[in-house]
């Protein structure tokens, strides 16, 4: 059953942020750190921001953390904090990202999905069509030892992304972290010590 005001909507609520996931990345981050103080941080599939708020407490006033989403992300008022309304995978708009910080990110977040339409191989299919999206743009994004995470949700086909992946980073892990829910078929996927380009060989964790 779907309960949508659980402890942590409303954990969210109390202590200000926009969404009960904020409490995912928390998690995620004390368990693999991948966000530092002073970084320069990239959210694809911003909307609403909760994801934002905890960067930028996790960065510091010498980071920077860029979100970009197609839905509208209202307002943070935060001098390190950059909006764009884009589609990642236009050119023009990962440009205006790099623009904003002036060279590559030293971490690649996103929590995003498609709509869900009702139809669950459909909405599982472009799902993973469009992590494979977000993947294809890091080589312009993200600096060579940078790190990823993403959402992703279980499918058959999910072994193949995760072996693609495992091509671009030294470690890549597959975790789900206690503020996800039971009954939801989301797994977050960590890769740290991007490779712009695959090594011919390597080594990569699972866990």
């Not at 969210?12 to 991948?34: C, E, P, T, V, W």
């Not at 320069?40 to 006033?61: C, E, F, H, I, S």
């Not at 993973?128 to 977000?134: N, P």
């Amino acid at each position: 059953m779907y309960i949508r005001k659980d402890g942590y909507y409303k954990l969210a609520k109390q202590q200000g942020y926009r969404s009960r996931a904020s409490f995912k990345l928390m998690q995620l981050n004390d368990s693999y750190h991948i966000i530092r103080h002073g970084i320069r941080v990239l959210d694809v599939g911003a909307a609403p921001g909760g994801w934002m708020q905890v960067l930028l407490t996790a960065v510091g006033k010498t980071g920077t953390v860029v979100g970009i989403d197609i839905l509208d992300i209202p307002p943070i008022h935060a001098p390190n904090a950059v909006i764009i309304k884009g589609d990642i995978q236009d050119p023009a708009v990962r440009q205006q990202a790099l623009a904003a910080i002036g060279r590559k990110f030293d971490t690649v977040v996103s929590d995003t999905s498609i709509n869900i339409s009702g139809n669950a191989a459909a909405d599982t299919a472009r799902n993973l069509e469009l992590s494979h999206a977000i993947l294809a743009s890091l080589p312009d994004l993200l600096k060579t030892s940078g790190n990823f995470l993403i959402k992703l949700f279980y499918s058959t086909e999910l072994k193949s992304f995760l072996t693609l992946t495992r091509t671009y980073f030294t470690q890549v892990y597959m975790t789900k972290p206690p503020a996800s829910r039971s009954s939801s078929s989301e797994l977050y996927l960590i890769g740290k010590g991007f490779q712009p380009v695959p090594p011919v060989s390597g080594t990569a964790g699972d866990r």
